[in-house]
Nanobody, 124 residues
Framework: QVRLVESGGGLVQAGDSLRLSCATS????????VAWFRQSLGKATEFLAA????????IYADSVKDRFIFSRDNAKKLVYLQMNSLKPEDTAVYYC?????????????????WGEGTQVTVVS
């Protein structure tokens, strides 16, 4: 079965950077589409970034496209989200998600596989 485990979250000050990692294992294969989402307490899940295996193109939410960078290291079976210039409004639980159909989407409902999340807290 597919397993996704996020790590790298923590408590940082505004303006700092973090790199989140998503370790993939089990039934996951590199041609799956992978996305990053986040959810603040009491709010809906928000799309951040994703890539498609068939094209290699990366899509970003407008709110983070100038600050966040999506990447993969297939040799290490890791997916990353580099987050720069963090703001208090970035505080949330961050999730990686995967879709075997290999086509990236901004909609959370398209992804059948999810990790359990890693907390990012940004303070002023």
């Amino acid at each position: 079965q597919v397993r996704l485990v996020e790590s790298g979250g923590g408590l940082v000050q505004a303006g700092d950077s973090l790199r989140l990692s998503c370790a993939t294992s089990g039934g996951f294969i590199p041609n799956y589409a992978v996305a990053w989402f986040r959810q603040s307490l009491g709010k809906a899940t928000e799309f951040l970034a994703a890539d498609s295996w068939n094209t290699g193109d990366i899509i970003y939410a407008d709110s983070v496209k100038d600050r966040f960078i999506f990447s993969r290291d297939n040799a290490k079976k890791l997916v990353y989200l580099q987050m720069n210039s963090l703001k208090p409004e970035d505080t949330a639980v961050y999730y990686c998600a995967a879709d075997w159909r290999a086509v990236a989407s901004k909609e959370a409902s398209k992804y059948p596989y999810w990790g359990e999340g890693t907390q990012v807290t940004v303070v002023s």
